[in-house]
């Protein structure tokens, strides 16, 4: 815009020049008029010239000067057409990345599940447990399946935040089962609590020993509850005439699962035990003999001489 109004001007100088120069051509071909008029004549045609020329840049002064905002505003708004632009590309070829990263994170991840979902399948199937004193787990089976199938075969006790505490909780009443009349030898509390650290430090990737330790939880606290609900004797075994159950009283699995979304595992035992008020006067009086004999001496029988039948043994009054 600029450029045009600048040639028309010029070209307006040109054809004035142009006059000026015919002007001064006619001197040599017309009469001279008077010195007086032909200085009049020429002051006024410089003065017109002037006025002119004056008047012409004035012009384009104020018309370089208005187009400058215009100049800027159409600048800036081709910038901001183009940086709009790029960040539109950014932006289409972040969310192309992202959704790329998020794909193959989603299938890093199925296959990470899928693994572990394996080799979980896989312990429940052989039915047999190579870190448990009692490695066969044929009766057993049944619950550690419908536990882990809740969990859709995952991990329960491994790979969280909350690990080492709820696998700590559940030491912890394995080592107590002597509370309630079990051995906590039958449990493998010692052998799993000296596994823990080892375990709670397996790469994410070493599914083989992640289900091996997780199921191991699972398998060993599943038995300790059914042991404490309804004992470690099998009536039929010692040929006790009693008509078993047909279907079970209570869902072992599903309480284990709740309890850990809960964070009330240690209050397990309460739910599960025998509620029978027989029960609990046998377990309150196991808790007293067993403080008894932890104040009393050992006793040991001494016989210096013969006891003829209706005598008295000198130590009789040590088992009072």
Not at 80 to 93: C, F, G, L, N, P
Not at 197 to 206: I, M, Q
Not at 244 to 265: F, H, N, Q, V, Y
Request: overall charge positive.
């Amino acid at each position: 815009m600029i450029i045009t109004e600048m040639g028309v001007c010029c070209m307006q100088l040109s054809i004035l020049a142009k006059k000026v120069c015919m002007l001064d051509s006619r001197k040599l071909f017309f009469s001279q008029k008077s010195d007086l008029k032909n200085r009049i004549r020429l002051d006024a045609q410089g003065a017109s010239f002037k006025k002119f020329t004056t008047f012409t840049l004035s012009w384009l002064l104020m018309f370089f000067f208005l187009s400058l905002p215009a100049q800027v505003l159409f600048a800036e708004g081709i910038i901001k057409q183009t940086a709009s632009r790029v960040t539109e590309d950014i932006s289409r070829h972040k969310v192309g990345l992202d959704s790329h990263a998020a794909s193959v994170a989603t299938e890093i991840i199925a296959n990470e599940n899928a693994s572990v979902a394996n080799e979980i399948t896989s312990i429940i199937t052989t039915k047999y447990h190579p870190y448990l004193v009692l490695s066969n787990f044929i009766n057993r089976t049944e619950d550690l399946d419908a536990l882990y199938k809740v969990a859709n075969y995952q991990l329960l006790w491994l790979g969280n935040a909350q690990a080492k505490k709820n696998i700590v909780e559940v030491l912890n009443l394995l080592n107590d089962a002597s509370v309630s009349g079990l051995d906590a030898l039958n449990y493998d509390a010692y052998t799993l609590h000296q596994k823990l650290e080892p375990a709670l430090k397996l790469a994410p990737d070493n599914y083989r020993l992640l289900a091996l330790y997780d199921t191991a939880i699972s398998l060993s606290l599943l038995r300790f509850l059914h042991d404490l609900h309804y004992g470690r004797v099998n009536p039929q075994g010692i040929n006790y005439k009693v008509k078993l159950r047909e279907k079970k009283l209570i869902d072992l699995p599903s309480m284990i699962k709740d309890s850990l979304a809960l964070g009330t595992i240690k209050q397990l035992p309460l739910l599960v035990e025998p509620k029978l008020q027989q029960y609990q006067k046998l377990k309150s009086a196991l808790a007293t003999y067993r403080l008894l004999a932890r104040k009393s001496p050992p006793f040991q029988l001494r016989i210096e001489k013969s006891i003829n039948p209706g005598g008295n043994l000198p130590q009789a009054e040590e088992l009072r």
